[in-house]
Protein backbone atom coordinates (compact mmCIF):
# COMPACT_ATOMS: atom_id res chain seq x y z
CA UNK A 1 0.00 0.00 0.00
CA UNK A 2 2.54 2.27 0.73
CA UNK A 3 4.68 1.61 -2.23
CA UNK A 4 1.31 2.72 -4.11
CA UNK A 5 1.42 6.03 -2.34
CA UNK A 6 4.82 6.57 -3.17
CA UNK A 7 4.38 5.41 -6.73
CA UNK A 8 1.12 8.04 -7.29
CA UNK A 9 3.22 10.98 -5.66
CA UNK A 10 6.70 10.49 -7.24
CA UNK A 11 7.93 14.03 -5.95
CA UNK A 12 7.57 12.96 -2.30
CA UNK A 13 10.63 11.07 -2.41
CA UNK A 14 13.60 13.02 -4.16
CA UNK A 15 17.04 13.56 -2.74
CA UNK A 16 17.06 15.31 0.10
CA UNK A 17 20.43 16.30 1.96
CA UNK A 18 22.43 18.82 3.76
CA UNK A 19 25.38 20.50 1.73
CA UNK A 20 28.33 22.39 4.28
CA UNK A 21 29.62 25.17 2.85
CA UNK A 22 32.75 26.16 3.85
CA UNK A 23 35.80 28.43 3.21
CA UNK A 24 38.31 31.06 4.50
CA UNK A 25 36.11 34.41 5.60
CA UNK A 26 34.92 36.92 2.89
CA UNK A 27 35.16 34.22 -0.02
CA UNK A 28 31.29 34.70 -0.52
CA UNK A 29 29.73 32.35 1.12
CA UNK A 30 26.89 33.49 2.57
CA UNK A 31 26.62 35.51 -0.79
CA UNK A 32 26.15 32.11 -2.45
CA UNK A 33 24.02 30.27 -0.10
CA UNK A 34 21.86 33.43 -0.56
CA UNK A 35 21.81 33.30 -4.22
CA UNK A 36 20.95 29.13 -3.89
CA UNK A 37 18.56 29.69 -1.68
CA UNK A 38 16.80 32.85 -3.46
CA UNK A 39 15.76 34.51 -0.34
CA UNK A 40 18.20 36.61 2.12
CA UNK A 41 18.59 34.20 4.92
CA UNK A 42 22.42 34.85 5.59
CA UNK A 43 23.77 38.45 6.13
CA UNK A 44 26.69 39.49 3.99
CA UNK A 45 29.12 42.58 3.71
CA UNK A 46 32.40 43.21 2.59
CA UNK A 47 34.48 42.97 5.62
CA UNK A 48 35.58 39.56 6.59
CA UNK A 49 33.91 37.64 9.69
CA UNK A 50 30.55 38.84 9.34
CA UNK A 51 28.52 35.22 10.01
CA UNK A 52 29.13 34.29 13.23
CA UNK A 53 26.00 31.45 13.32
CA UNK A 54 25.50 28.37 11.58
CA UNK A 55 22.70 29.46 9.37
CA UNK A 56 20.63 26.42 7.34
CA UNK A 57 19.16 28.07 4.11
CA UNK A 58 17.10 25.76 2.02
CA UNK A 59 16.18 25.30 -1.91
CA UNK A 60 13.36 22.88 -2.33
CA UNK A 61 13.30 22.19 -5.93
CA UNK A 62 10.96 19.83 -7.82
CA UNK A 63 13.86 16.95 -8.24
CA UNK A 64 15.54 17.62 -5.11
CA UNK A 65 15.97 19.67 -1.63
CA UNK A 66 19.26 21.06 -0.78
CA UNK A 67 19.51 21.97 3.41
CA UNK A 68 23.04 24.36 2.66
CA UNK A 69 24.99 25.06 6.09
CA UNK A 70 26.38 28.74 5.86
CA UNK A 71 29.19 28.94 8.00
CA UNK A 72 31.03 31.34 9.63
CA UNK A 73 34.80 32.02 7.46
CA UNK A 74 37.45 29.89 9.36
CA UNK A 75 40.50 31.47 10.59
CA UNK A 76 43.36 31.27 12.78
CA UNK A 77 44.05 34.84 13.87
CA UNK A 78 41.97 36.72 16.77
CA UNK A 79 41.52 34.23 19.56
CA UNK A 80 39.06 35.29 21.62
CA UNK A 81 36.35 33.05 22.70
CA UNK A 82 34.08 34.02 20.27
CA UNK A 83 36.79 33.27 17.49
CA UNK A 84 36.97 29.69 18.60
CA UNK A 85 33.37 28.97 19.21
CA UNK A 86 33.28 30.53 15.07
CA UNK A 87 35.84 27.54 14.22
CA UNK A 88 34.60 24.89 16.21
CA UNK A 89 30.74 26.01 14.61
CA UNK A 90 32.86 24.95 11.04
CA UNK A 91 34.09 22.16 12.36
CA UNK A 92 30.96 20.56 13.84
CA UNK A 93 29.23 21.82 10.78
CA UNK A 94 31.39 19.21 8.53
CA UNK A 95 30.14 16.19 11.03
CA UNK A 96 26.85 14.19 9.47
CA UNK A 97 26.63 16.31 5.92
CA UNK A 98 25.90 14.45 2.51
CA UNK A 99 28.32 17.41 0.44
CA UNK A 100 30.93 19.78 1.01
CA UNK A 101 31.31 22.88 -1.05
CA UNK A 102 34.71 24.64 -0.37
CA UNK A 103 34.39 28.10 -1.67
CA UNK A 104 37.66 30.11 -2.69
CA UNK A 105 38.12 33.30 -4.97
CA UNK A 106 38.90 33.34 -8.30
CA UNK A 107 42.07 35.61 -6.92
CA UNK A 108 43.47 32.00 -6.16
CA UNK A 109 44.38 29.60 -3.63
CA UNK A 110 45.38 32.17 -0.30
CA UNK A 111 47.05 30.84 2.70
CA UNK A 112 44.02 31.05 4.47
CA UNK A 113 42.12 29.02 1.84
CA UNK A 114 45.31 26.22 2.50
CA UNK A 115 43.93 26.18 6.28
CA UNK A 116 41.00 24.45 5.01
CA UNK A 117 42.39 21.32 3.70
CA UNK A 118 43.02 19.73 6.75
CA UNK A 119 39.26 20.08 8.06
CA UNK A 120 38.37 17.99 5.09
CA UNK A 121 37.69 14.94 5.34
CA UNK A 122 41.03 12.89 4.78
CA UNK A 123 39.30 10.53 1.73
CA UNK A 124 35.73 11.46 0.76
CA UNK A 125 34.10 11.36 -2.78
CA UNK A 126 31.65 14.38 -1.44
CA UNK A 127 33.79 17.67 -1.53
CA UNK A 128 33.14 20.30 -4.44
CA UNK A 129 35.05 23.38 -4.94
CA UNK A 130 33.25 26.33 -5.54
CA UNK A 131 35.59 29.13 -7.68
CA UNK A 132 33.82 32.18 -6.61
CA UNK A 133 34.11 35.56 -7.95
CA UNK A 134 34.69 34.53 -11.58
CA UNK A 135 33.21 37.38 -12.55
CA UNK A 136 36.03 39.55 -11.34
CA UNK A 137 38.42 37.44 -14.03
CA UNK A 138 39.03 40.07 -17.12
CA UNK A 139 38.91 36.49 -19.16
CA UNK A 140 37.27 33.20 -18.15
CA UNK A 141 40.87 31.52 -19.51
CA UNK A 142 42.78 32.49 -16.02
CA UNK A 143 40.21 30.02 -14.46
CA UNK A 144 42.32 27.18 -15.95
CA UNK A 145 45.48 27.36 -14.56
CA UNK A 146 43.75 27.84 -10.98
CA UNK A 147 42.02 24.88 -12.21
CA UNK A 148 44.82 22.99 -12.64
CA UNK A 149 46.30 24.14 -9.42
CA UNK A 150 43.47 23.17 -7.51
CA UNK A 151 43.08 19.74 -8.61
CA UNK A 152 46.09 17.80 -6.66
CA UNK A 153 45.62 19.92 -3.90
CA UNK A 154 42.95 17.66 -2.32
CA UNK A 155 40.66 14.82 -4.33
CA UNK A 156 37.73 17.03 -5.24
CA UNK A 157 35.03 15.65 -6.57
CA UNK A 158 34.23 18.39 -9.21
CA UNK A 159 35.43 21.89 -9.21
CA UNK A 160 33.00 24.62 -10.54
CA UNK A 161 33.29 28.09 -11.27
CA UNK A 162 30.50 30.39 -10.34
CA UNK A 163 29.98 34.07 -9.51
CA UNK A 164 27.25 34.25 -6.17
CA UNK A 165 26.88 37.59 -6.61
CA UNK A 166 25.80 37.83 -10.21
CA UNK A 167 24.01 34.29 -9.43
CA UNK A 168 26.22 32.60 -12.34
CA UNK A 169 26.58 28.85 -12.79
CA UNK A 170 24.65 28.04 -9.86
CA UNK A 171 22.86 25.27 -11.70
CA UNK A 172 26.48 23.46 -12.54
CA UNK A 173 26.98 23.36 -8.98
CA UNK A 174 24.04 21.90 -8.04
CA UNK A 175 24.41 19.13 -10.82
CA UNK A 176 27.29 18.61 -8.99
CA UNK A 177 25.92 18.57 -5.10
CA UNK A 178 22.64 16.55 -6.71
CA UNK A 179 24.37 13.09 -6.92
CA UNK A 180 25.68 13.00 -3.47
CA UNK A 181 22.05 13.35 -1.51
CA UNK A 182 20.34 10.29 -0.53
CA UNK A 183 16.84 9.53 -1.45
CA UNK A 184 14.21 10.78 1.17
CA UNK A 185 11.26 12.44 1.94
CA UNK A 186 11.38 16.23 2.72
CA UNK A 187 12.89 17.66 5.57
CA UNK A 188 11.68 21.59 5.71
CA UNK A 189 8.39 22.18 4.00
CA UNK A 190 8.82 23.57 0.33
CA UNK A 191 7.92 27.35 1.74
CA UNK A 192 10.16 27.36 4.28
CA UNK A 193 13.58 28.86 3.41
CA UNK A 194 15.34 28.74 7.08
CA UNK A 195 15.79 27.26 10.33
CA UNK A 196 16.13 30.62 11.86
CA UNK A 197 12.88 32.54 12.85
CA UNK A 198 11.84 36.20 12.02
CA UNK A 199 13.77 37.48 15.25
CA UNK A 200 17.09 35.96 14.65
CA UNK A 201 16.54 37.63 10.96
CA UNK A 202 15.68 40.39 12.33
CA UNK A 203 18.43 40.83 14.74
CA UNK A 204 21.31 40.05 12.53
CA UNK A 205 19.48 42.58 9.73
CA UNK A 206 20.73 45.19 12.66
CA UNK A 207 24.03 43.66 12.71
CA UNK A 208 24.46 43.41 8.89
CA UNK A 209 23.51 47.79 8.70
CA UNK A 210 26.09 47.81 10.89
CA UNK A 211 28.79 46.42 9.10
CA UNK A 212 27.76 47.71 6.22
CA UNK A 213 27.64 51.52 7.01
CA UNK A 214 30.78 51.10 9.52
CA UNK A 215 32.79 49.77 6.57
CA UNK A 216 36.34 50.20 7.75
CA UNK A 217 36.04 51.91 11.07
CA UNK A 218 33.70 49.06 11.63
CA UNK A 219 34.72 48.23 15.73
CA UNK A 220 35.16 44.19 15.44
CA UNK A 221 33.30 43.00 18.59
CA UNK A 222 29.36 44.25 17.69
CA UNK A 223 26.39 42.34 18.98
CA UNK A 224 22.86 43.03 18.31
CA UNK A 225 20.37 41.88 21.24
CA UNK A 226 16.41 42.09 20.53
CA UNK A 227 14.75 43.70 23.44
CA UNK A 228 11.34 43.70 22.72
CA UNK A 229 8.84 42.15 20.18
CA UNK A 230 5.43 42.81 20.19
CA UNK A 231 3.46 41.97 16.91
CA UNK A 232 -0.11 42.56 19.33
CA UNK A 233 -0.46 46.16 17.47
CA UNK A 234 -1.30 46.89 14.12
CA UNK A 235 2.18 48.09 13.70
CA UNK A 236 4.61 45.65 15.24
CA UNK A 237 6.93 46.84 18.08
CA UNK A 238 10.61 46.28 18.08
CA UNK A 239 13.84 47.01 20.40
CA UNK A 240 16.71 46.22 19.43
CA UNK A 241 20.17 47.28 21.27
CA UNK A 242 24.07 47.15 19.50
CA UNK A 243 26.68 46.33 21.85
CA UNK A 244 30.06 47.24 21.27
CA UNK A 245 33.26 45.81 23.39
CA UNK A 246 34.58 49.76 24.86
CA UNK A 247 33.31 53.20 25.68
CA UNK A 248 35.13 54.38 22.24
CA UNK A 249 33.23 52.46 19.93
CA UNK A 250 29.77 53.87 20.42
CA UNK A 251 29.92 57.29 19.22
CA UNK A 252 31.44 55.81 16.41
CA UNK A 253 28.19 53.48 15.53
CA UNK A 254 26.17 56.92 16.57
CA UNK A 255 27.83 59.15 14.34
CA UNK A 256 27.68 63.15 14.38
CA UNK A 257 24.51 63.43 15.30
CA UNK A 258 23.23 60.30 15.46
CA UNK A 259 22.96 59.92 12.05
CA UNK A 260 24.33 56.40 11.33
CA UNK A 261 22.35 54.69 13.70
CA UNK A 262 19.52 56.63 12.56
CA UNK A 263 20.68 55.44 9.01
CA UNK A 264 21.16 51.58 10.20
CA UNK A 265 18.02 51.36 12.22
CA UNK A 266 16.35 52.81 8.64
CA UNK A 267 18.02 50.22 6.70
CA UNK A 268 17.61 47.40 8.99
CA UNK A 269 13.90 48.53 9.41
CA UNK A 270 13.29 48.42 5.80
CA UNK A 271 14.25 44.63 5.95
CA UNK A 272 12.27 43.44 8.77
CA UNK A 273 9.51 44.97 7.24
CA UNK A 274 9.60 43.06 4.01
CA UNK A 275 9.96 40.14 5.89
CA UNK A 276 6.69 40.79 8.44
CA UNK A 277 5.09 42.21 4.98
CA UNK A 278 3.81 45.07 6.83
CA UNK A 279 5.27 48.87 8.87
CA UNK A 280 6.97 48.03 12.38
CA UNK A 281 8.58 50.48 14.58
CA UNK A 282 12.14 50.07 15.40
CA UNK A 283 14.07 51.37 17.56
CA UNK A 284 17.80 51.01 18.15
CA UNK A 285 19.90 51.27 21.19
CA UNK A 286 23.54 51.32 21.91
CA UNK A 287 24.92 49.81 24.68
CA UNK A 288 28.79 48.76 25.86
CA UNK A 289 29.44 45.45 27.18
CA UNK A 290 33.04 45.67 28.05
CA UNK A 291 35.03 42.53 26.23
CA UNK A 292 32.37 40.63 25.90
CA UNK A 293 33.56 38.50 22.69
CA UNK A 294 36.18 37.20 24.90
CA UNK A 295 34.21 36.51 27.59
CA UNK A 296 32.06 33.06 27.93
CA UNK A 297 29.16 34.07 29.94
CA UNK A 298 28.73 37.35 27.71
CA UNK A 299 28.79 35.62 24.85
CA UNK A 300 26.16 32.53 26.28
CA UNK A 301 23.85 35.15 26.91
CA UNK A 302 23.98 36.71 23.56
CA UNK A 303 22.98 33.65 22.02
CA UNK A 304 26.85 32.78 20.80
CA UNK A 305 26.31 29.31 22.80
N1 LIG B 1 32.49 40.36 -7.34
C1 LIG B 1 31.94 39.47 -6.53
N2 LIG B 1 31.82 39.73 -5.22
C2 LIG B 1 31.25 38.78 -4.44
C3 LIG B 1 30.79 37.54 -4.96
N3 LIG B 1 30.29 36.82 -3.93
C4 LIG B 1 30.43 37.58 -2.82
N4 LIG B 1 31.00 38.77 -3.11
C5 LIG B 1 31.32 39.87 -2.18
O1 LIG B 1 32.28 39.42 -1.24
C6 LIG B 1 32.06 40.02 0.05
C7 LIG B 1 31.94 38.94 1.10
O2 LIG B 1 30.76 38.20 0.89
P1 LIG B 1 30.11 37.31 2.03
O3 LIG B 1 29.06 36.48 1.38
O4 LIG B 1 29.72 38.13 3.20
O5 LIG B 1 31.37 36.39 2.40
P2 LIG B 1 31.48 35.22 3.48
O6 LIG B 1 32.39 34.20 2.94
O7 LIG B 1 30.13 34.77 3.90
O8 LIG B 1 32.20 36.01 4.67
P3 LIG B 1 32.26 35.64 6.25
O9 LIG B 1 30.88 35.40 6.72
O10 LIG B 1 32.85 36.84 6.85
O11 LIG B 1 33.14 34.44 6.37
C8 LIG B 1 30.78 40.85 -0.10
O12 LIG B 1 31.17 42.20 -0.31
C9 LIG B 1 30.12 40.27 -1.33
O13 LIG B 1 29.30 41.19 -2.01
C10 LIG B 1 30.93 37.30 -6.37
O14 LIG B 1 30.56 36.28 -6.92
N5 LIG B 1 31.51 38.31 -7.09
MG1 LIG C 1 29.23 34.78 5.72
Known amino acids: MQQQAEAAAPA ?14 NVGKSTLVNALVGER ?37 HRTALNRRMNATVTSALVDVDAVVLVIAASGW ?14 SANVILAINKSDLLAEREQLLPLMADSMPRYPFRGIVPVSAER ?31 VRFLAAESVREKAYRLLGDELPYGIAVT ?52 K ?16 DARALKSLGYE
Request: overall charge negative; hydrophobic content about 40%; charged content about 30%.
Open 279 to 294: PVFLEVWVRVRRGWSD
Open 110 to 123: TESDEEMLPLLPPE
Open 226 to 277: IDRWDESRATPQIAATLIVERDAHRPIVIGKDGVKLREISRLARGDIEQMLG
Open 12 to 25: AVRPVGMVAIIGRP
Open 167 to 197: SRQLDDLLKEIRPLLPDGLLLFDAEQYTDRS
Open 41 to 77: VSITSRKPQTTRDRVLGVRTDDDAQYIFVDTPGFQRR
